[in-house]
């Protein structure tokens, strides 16, 4: 069983597109956040929402409690933002993740 | 702060072989987490500290074992390796089980042949 749903699994842009990963979730949660994975391999933080809409920089990501739904949209798109992102539900002990939606922008 | 270190980078063991990988974090956090990635699969929890002195089981604990040293520390090992185990490896933590965002470290590339 997944908990976390991610789509699309792989999304290629043009530079300068706006781009949007969605996230679907089964579980109860007390947040869900949104982390990036560089080819590196180094996981980071980029949002953690319980609510609402949050924005950073070219970054902004909401949540819709009662359809369990996730949204992460990156305006203007750029090389740099290739990368893979990943969704994670906080479970309270645990976190649950998504698959990962592998992002290659096209300059 | 360095962060969340973990040692070492990169490991192949043969099938049968044991190792611990190492995990520290300098944060002060509580819980701390061991996660595997592989191919196609989101990370899988094996293990989880909420707290200094408990260690709990997760998803995926089968043919491994951790201790939780300190509050800083928590190692992964597993005793007998099978090729299975071959993965990336993360440590994680946070300051709270159930609060705040986990930091992840480096991560670990398993390899066993």
């Known amino acids: 069983k997944n908990e976390v749903e991610q789509s699309p699994q792989n999304l290629t842009a043009q530079e300068g597109e706006f781009i949007t990963i969605n996230c679907s979730y089964s579980?109860?949660?007390?947040?869900l956040h949104w982390l990036q994975q560089h080819p590196g391999g180094g996981i980071v933080s980029l949002f953690m929402l319980s609510s609402g809409k949050k924005k950073h920089g070219r970054l902004i990501a909401t949540i819709n409690i009662q359809e369990k739904h996730s949204s992460l949209h990156i305006t203007a798109s750029h090389p740099r933002d290739s990368a893979v992102y990943i969704c994670a539900v906080d479970a309270g002990n645990q976190f649950y993740f998504g698959t990962g939606t592998s992002l290659t922008v096209i300059p | 702060n360095a962060g969340v270190t973990q040692t070492p980078k990169f490991q192949v063991l043969k099938t049968g072989q044991s190792m611990t990988l190492q995990c520290a974090q300098d944060m002060n956090h509580n819980s701390m987490y061991w996660y595997r990635q592989d191919p196609g699969m989101g990370l899988r929890l094996i293990y989880y500290?909420?707290?200094?002195?408990?260690?709990d089981k997760g998803e995926v604990p089968n043919g491994y074992n951790v201790s939780r040293l300190n509050k800083r520390e928590f190692s992964l090992r597993l005793e007998s390796a099978a090729p299975s185990q071959t993965s990336v490896y993360f440590c994680?933590?946070?300051?709270?089980?159930?609060?705040?965002?986990?930091?992840f470290g480096p991560g670990t590339r398993l390899t066993v042949t």
């Open positions: 579980v109860g949660i007390s947040a």
């Open positions: 994680a933590s946070r300051a709270t089980s159930g609060i705040g965002e986990q930091y």
């Open positions: 500290s909420a707290s200094e002195g408990t260690t």
